[in-house]
């Protein structure tokens, strides 16, 4: 991974762990474009690589987007 492409993951991630609360509402490459100020094309080829590494997950309705994969281990722990 170029080291661009991976400053731009840690934005993205970084953005998805603050906007995501205990229910998992999936964010769209669109808003977090605008947060992130990552190129909107760049950031959804970024995140496909995460959701490829289990990272994030990656829903595909009409209002889906990208959450991060960590949460329900977060809730599974309580």
Same mark, same amino acid.
């Given at each position: 991974?170029?080291? &661009?492409? #991976?400053?731009?993951?840690?934005?993205?991630?970084?953005?998805? #762990?603050?906007?995501?609360?205990?229910?998992?509402?999936?964010?769209?490459?669109?808003?977090?474009?605008?947060?992130?100020?990552?190129?909107r094309r760049y950031l959804?080829?970024?995140?496909?690589?995460? #959701?490829?590494?289990?990272?994030?997950?990656? &829903?595909?309705?009409? &209002?889906?987007?990208y959450s991060n994969a960590?949460?329900?281990l977060v809730t599974d722990?309580?």
């Amino acid at each position: 991974m170029h080291l &661009r492409t #991976a400053g731009y993951a840690l934005r993205a991630v970084t953005c998805l #762990a603050g906007q995501t609360t205990w229910v998992k509402t999936p964010s769209s490459v669109d808003a977090s474009a605008g947060v992130t100020k990552i190129p909107r094309r760049y950031l959804h080829r970024v995140m496909q690589n995460l #959701a490829n590494a289990d990272l994030v997950e990656s &829903r595909c309705v009409s &209002r889906g987007g990208y959450s991060n994969a960590w949460s329900t281990l977060v809730t599974d722990c309580e």
